[in-house]
C-alpha cells in the first residue's frame, strides 16, 4: 500500500532563517506530487506540483520554492522566510494517468510558525 | 477558475443525520471527491463519486450529486462525535480545486 510522509511535523522558525520540508511517498512510482498550504482561513491553496523528476509547476509567485530530485521525494524550500509564510503545510500525491485517475492523498502535514 | 463553494459550518446533535453541501462551477469535472480533515491532520479521502452518477452509498456516507445544478452532497447518517471534523468538497478533471471547508460540530 502506498504511504505519505512529511516531516518535521511541527516547525518554528524567525523571520528571515531559511526553510526545507521534505515529503516522500513510498508503495508507488512515477507519482504526481503536490505542495499546499491551508491558512486560517482553512482553504487549500495550491502552491506547487509536479509531474516528474525536475518538473515543477508553480501556481503562485511567491517567497517560496519546490524541487523534486528523486520521483518520490518532494521538497518545498524558503531562503528566507516571511511572518506571511506561517501555515499548515500538506503534501499531496496522486497516480499519473488518464483524466479520473487525479484523486489525491494527502500526508499528516507541517504546522510551519514564522516568529 | 473553478470554484467550488460549501457553507463554513455545521451543528447537528449526536444521532442525528448530517447534510453538507457543496456547489461546483467545473463541469469537466470527472470526480467529485469529500475529504475529511481533523485537527492537526491532513486530508482523509471519505469518498468519491464519479460524474455519471446519481448516488453512492459507503455505510453510513451517501453522496448525491446533481450534475445539471452542479449540486454535490455528503449525508452521514447516525451522526458521532467522532465525526466531528473539517470537511472539504472537491471537484475537478486534474487538479481538483478545493471547497474551503464545512465544519461539522456535532454536540450530545
Known amino acids: 500500500s502506498q504511504t505519505i510522509h512529511q516531516w518535521p511535523a511541527t516547525l518554528v522558525q524567525p523571520v528571515g532563517s531559511p526553510l526545507s520540508l521534505e515529503c516522500t511517498v513510498e508503495g508507488t512510482s512515477n507519482p504526481n506530487l503536490y505542495w499546499y498550504r491551508q491558512a486560517a482561513g482553512r482553504g487549500l491553496q495550491l502552491l506547487f506540483y509536479s509531474v516528474g523528476i525536475g518538473q515543477i509547476s508553480s501556481e503562485v509567485p511567491q517567497n517560496l520554492s519546490a524541487s523534486r530530485p528523486q520521483d518520490r521525494q518532494f521538497i518545498l524550500s524558503s531562503k528566507k522566510l516571511l511572518l506571511s509564510d506561517s501555515g499548515f503545510y500538506l503534501c499531496?500525491?496522486?497516480?499519473?494517468?488518464?483524466?479520473?485517475?487525479?484523486?489525491?492523498?494527502f500526508g499528516p502535514g507541517t504546522r510551519l510558525t514564522v516568529l | 477558475g473553478e470554484d467550488v463553494e460549501q457553507s463554513l459550518f455545521l451543528s447537528v446533535r449526536e444521532g442525528d443525520s448530517s447534510v453538507i453541501n457543496c456547489t461546483y462551477t467545473?463541469?469537466?469535472?470527472?470526480?467529485l471527491y469529500w475529504y475529511k480533515q481533523e485537527p492537526g491532520a491532513g486530508l482523509q479521502l471519505l469518498t468519491y463519486i464519479f460524474s455519471n452518477m446519481d448516488m453512492k452509498q459507503d455505510q453510513r456516507l451517501t453522496v448525491l450529486l446533481n450534475k445539471k445544478d452542479k449540486h454535490l452532497s455528503l449525508r452521514i447518517a447516525d451522526t458521532q462525535t467522532g465525526d466531528s471534523a473539517i470537511y472539504f468538497c472537491a471537484s475537478g478533471s486534474y487538479i481538483p480545486t478545493f471547497g474551503r471547508g464545512t465544519s461539522l460540530i456535532v454536540h450530545p
Open positions: 467545473d463541469s469537466s469535472s470527472t470526480y
Open positions: 499531496a500525491w496522486s497516480r499519473q494517468g488518464l483524466a479520473g485517475t487525479d484523486t489525491q492523498y
